[in-house]
């Protein structure tokens, strides 16, 4: 069992893109997270600095810890619990509380001290700067999200303190902001997001992520970081140079296509069209795709909906998985397109701009 610790503010969405790294994801305090196992099995401190590691690819997870206790979100509860639990290690320790969002009173310093005195009195010895193992305790109180596609996303109240080992934690190696990346267009996606969707449409080492609309090339951009194949094409060829000149930029390899004397990813980047894809069917592993918002395609023989009903339905031919991201919910047109919707979000960005995320599953 593992504690996994969620970044940003939308919990739902974070164990969604958590379940691609970990089995038995739930939610169960804002924050914070259950796991039956991480990375396709047990952890330990020694694999932390594992990139192979899928928990260090996540976005929007911090770590995942191996579990010793959960109790209610108090002091003295969190450190009987840790004094009555079967401890089977050696070595140094520190101890780590924090108070999730500040969502209760607990005080972390007085934390840590309670329970590094428990610790102490256990018979371990504690190394504040270079420890063996760093026991976290996460505090964490409110109402959970309400979402339908993620257990444990009920809506309920919640007032925990969950503690483990930390056993790996997130790499969170985003390429650079879009502003500070050789090429740049207004509207690009923040990394974080670009990586969290990647991971959805099965980024990973061994397999090829495909978008069919990269635009400025976040999306190939955080998938190459992974370890991912890429194929990526776009309608306007400024937009294919300047994905290429990211991904060169920024990927291992450094080169279009296939190299025998390179460890990193390969990519490829080409003008195209998203209706009609040069690919075979069943090419990739799955697909990921940002639609336009709200404007028409530069391809000129296409209205919005024409493409985004094109380019759904090549998706599923080519890939049994897809993430798409627009500005409005195309769940009807993806049905359409021959995919069943398996999760849907909806994200705020800013006042004017609302992300509607879905995540497809060929029917």
Same mark, same amino acid.
């Given at each position: ?6 970044? +940003? ?14 089995? +038995? ?52 509860? #969190? ?5 009555? #639990? ?31 005195? $428990? ?46 080992? $930390?056993? $790996? ?45 990269? +635009? ?8 190459? &970081? ?37 460890? +990193?990813?390969? @990519? ?18 799955? !697909? ?50 021959? @995919?069943? $919707? ?6 705020? !960005?800013?006042?004017? &701009? ?5 995540? &497809?599953?060929?029917?």
């Amino acid at each position: 069992m593992y504690w996994l610790e969620l970044a +940003g503010e939308e919990d739902a969405f974070a164990a969604r893109e958590a379940a691609v790294a970990a089995t +038995g994801v739930e939610l169960i305090a804002p924050g914070v997270a259950g796991a039956g196992s991480v990375g396709g099995g047990s952890v330990d401190a020694e694999s932390a600095g594992d990139r192979g590691n899928p928990v260090r690819r996540l976005a929007y997870t911090r770590a995942a810890h191996e579990a010793i206790a959960r109790t209610d979100a108090e002091i003295d509860i #969190a450190a009987a619990a840790l004094d009555a #639990a079967p401890l089977d290690l050696s070595g140094t320790v520190a101890v780590r509380a924090r108070n999730v969002r500040n969502t209760t009173d607990v005080s972390t310093s007085a934390a840590e001290r309670e329970l590094g005195g $428990v610790l102490v009195d256990r018979g371990f010895d504690v190394d504040l700067d270079d420890p063996d193992h760093v026991l976290r305790a996460l505090f964490a109180a409110g109402e959970r999200d309400d979402h339908d596609a993620v257990p444990g996303a009920d809506g309920g109240d919640a007032a925990v303190c969950a503690l483990g080992w $930390v056993a $790996v934690e997130a790499a969170r190696d985003f390429a650079p902001k879009p502003t500070d990346r050789p090429f740049f267009q207004p509207g690009s996606m923040a990394p974080a997001d670009a990586r969290a969707y990647a991971n959805l449409a099965g980024a990973a080492p061994g397999r090829t992520l495909l978008d069919p609309m990269c +635009g400025t090339g976040g999306l190939p951009l955080e998938a190459g &970081l992974v370890g991912s194949d890429v194929v990526a094409c776009d309608a306007q060829r400024k937009m294919v140079r300047g994905t290429r000149e990211n991904l060169r930029e920024y990927v291992d390899g450094g080169t279009e296509t296939s190299r025998a004397d390179s460890d +990193g990813p390969n @990519w490829h980047v080409a003008r195209g069209d998203a209706t009609a894809l040069p690919l075979g069917d069943d090419a990739v592993d799955g !697909v990921a795709f940002d639609a336009p918002y709200g404007r028409q395609s530069k391809i000129a023989t296409h209205e919005l909906g024409d493409l985004v009903g094109g380019a759904l339905a090549e998706a599923a031919r080519v890939a049994p998985r897809a993430v798409m991201v627009a500005d409005r919910d195309w769940r009807g047109a993806a049905r359409e397109a021959g @995919w069943t $919707v398996d999760a849907a979000f909806e994200r705020r !960005v800013h006042r004017s &701009l609302t992300r509607h995320v879905l995540v &497809l599953d060929r029917a």
